[in-house]
């Protein structure tokens, strides 16, 4: 679907268009950028030597010719819309996007550039009041609004509408993908298949949860553009996350005669993410596919940024590759089946964002108290039915996104993503599992953020004074445990911190916290970690 952003002039829609269009990798068209190289004249002139009717006949004209055309983010002249038959159009071609920007901060922009805008006077405000009021009803119609604020950058604003759509494309050394997020995106999956290329045969693999609810739909939509289907069932749980597992899968992409030009596509949490990418990167020295993550926590994290593999006896994901997926689709409305304990594990990584780049989110999470005291397998359907939910899912991802693009094999930047998953990781395997990802993550990140307090001296800086409760309250709010559980031997945990990928020599690699937005990487010694976190 195209992008459209409408709004009054001088609200920045061909600042923000441009931005947009780079990002999602599509095609950029300013209508009235468009409209003065068609005519030879700039639009202040067409309006002196034809009038307003004849520009808007050419304008209507110029929408008519864009929404035929291939989707494009679309920036549209600031009365483009009050044409009621180019309005259904482009309504019927994308998402339309409101810049509603304070009159003041108008008048003031407008005056920027003198001359360039025939319907106002740069000289004087009042013009600039007189057409907003003239079109406020025409603009208050517009329903899907993005408010922006006087010192708010176009790139802000940019990232803000990615949120809202649901829309991102990761790009790396690698290629680039494309992560969508929002309701119903299983039915698209055949068709996001079909624009890879040549796509004969595809291997869906689920797990005895994912597969039974959603498999159907999803084998579907991949016949339905003439793609012979596979389907695999693999056990759920971490605890089979392993060689052998891979190994199955490879036996029946044997059988299915998997070559390629041909795809795997994963259906479930983070577990058969990681296993599918992994064996779809191994097989013919890697094939394409496809990750459609069915789990809030593979939704916000686990199914982003191409990491793939599986546990070894000695410690989670030490063996794997880098093998990013041809494109991610989220479709939320699958939320609606996951139990309570699920729903927390997955804000588990959605808070461990906010602690990364201070999105808010917290602020949101009254959105789920249910959850606090909710029994484990306790199921919320109308969750998932919840208008803001996939913006709020956006907004967790955006912030992956940003860090896989900047750091694509974590040599910086991406190993903050570690966050609570250096003791996270040892308590999931010293529990036998019993912990669960995101449940090791909330006690992970807050045993971090107590071991910077403790550690600040050494560290040379010091959290902010608050945050580490404000950190606890957060993850407890929605049900989540913070401390470390009393039946687990904390030399057990240390000892399985000695087999973590990110260990150096006799060091662990630990992301601190002492802020919301601001964390810092530094090594702790494994034996002053042995002596405890006090």
């Not at 990140?445 to 309250?473: C, H, I, M, Y």
């Not at 087999?499 to 601190?512: E, I």
């Amino acid at each position: 679907m195209g992008i459209f952003l409408y709004g009054p002039p001088g609200s920045g829609k061909s600042s923000v268009a441009k931005i947009l269009a780079k990002r999602l990798d599509m095609p950029l068209a300013d209508i009235d950028r468009m409209i003065e190289q068609r005519e030879g004249q700039p639009i202040s002139a067409i309006f002196a030597s034809k009038g307003e009717c004849a520009f808007r006949e050419i304008e209507k004209n110029v929408i008519k010719e864009i929404a035929a055309g291939p989707d494009a983010v679309v920036a549209l002249g600031g009365g483009a819309l009050l044409d009621p038959d180019s309005r259904r159009l482009v309504e019927r071609s994308g998402e339309v996007l409101f810049l509603d920007v304070d009159r003041e901060v108008l008048a003031e922009r407008m005056s920027y550039s003198p001359g360039t805008r025939p319907l106002v006077n740069s000289d004087r405000p009042q013009t600039v009041f007189s057409l907003l009021d003239k079109r406020a009803e025409h603009y208050a119609s517009f329903a899907n609004r993005i408010k922006v604020g006087r010192r708010e950058t176009v790139s802000k604003v940019a990232d803000r509408i990615q949120e809202r759509l649901g829309r991102f494309v990761v790009k790396g050394l690698s290629g680039e993908y494309r992560v969508d997020i929002g309701n119903g995106l299983l039915d698209r999956v055949g068709v996001a298949a079909a624009a890879l290329g040549r796509v004969c045969r595809a291997v869906l693999v689920g797990d005895e949860n994912s597969m039974p609810l959603y498999g159907a739909k999803a084998e579907n939509s991949l016949s339905s553009v003439g793609i012979k289907v596979t389907p695999v069932t693999i056990p759920a749980g971490e605890q089979h996350k392993t060689i052998a597992t891979v190994e199955g899968l490879w036996s029946r992409f044997r059988a299915a005669e998997l070559t390629r030009d041909d795809l795997v596509v994963a259906l479930g949490g983070g577990v058969v993410g990681d296993m599918s990418g992994f064996a779809a990167a191994c097989w013919m020295r890697g094939i394409r596919w496809i990750n459609l993550p069915t789990t809030l926590l593979a939704m916000v994290d686990a199914g982003i940024g191409g990491k793939t593999g599986v546990d070894l006896p000695e410690g989670k994901n030490l063996v794997g590759a880098f093998h990013p997926p041809a494109a991610v689709l989220s479709d939320t409305s699958v939320l609606g089946t996951l139990p309570a304990r699920e729903w927390r594990c997955g804000l588990a990584e959605a808070i461990k964002h906010d602690v990364l780049a201070d999105i808010g989110l917290r602020y949101q999470l009254g959105n789920f108290r249910m959850l606090r005291d909710a029994p484990p397998d306790a199921v919320f359907n109308g969750l998932a039915s919840e208008p803001w939910l996939p913006e709020l899912v956006s907004k967790a991802v955006a912030v992956k996104v940003r860090v896989v693009i900047a750091d694509p094999f974590e040599r910086g930047i991406r190993a903050t993503l570690n966050l609570g998953h250096t003791i996270g990781h040892a308590l999931e395997k010293v529990s036998g599992f019993k912990i669960r990802h995101g449940e090791a993550v909330a006690i992970g990140t807050v045993a971090a953020a107590r071991l910077a307090q403790s550690r600040s001296g050494d560290l040379g800086w010091s959290p902010r004074a608050g945050f580490l409760e404000e950190l606890k309250n957060a993850f407890s709010s929605v049900g989540l445990p913070v401390d470390l559980p009393e039946d687990l031997d904390w030399r057990m945990i240390c000892s399985a911190m000695r087999n973590d990928k990110k260990r150096q020599q006799d060091s662990v690699r630990f992301v601190f916290p002492y802020h919301w937005g601001g964390v810092k990487i530094a090594n702790e010694p494994l034996s002053r970690l042995e002596l405890g976190l006090e």
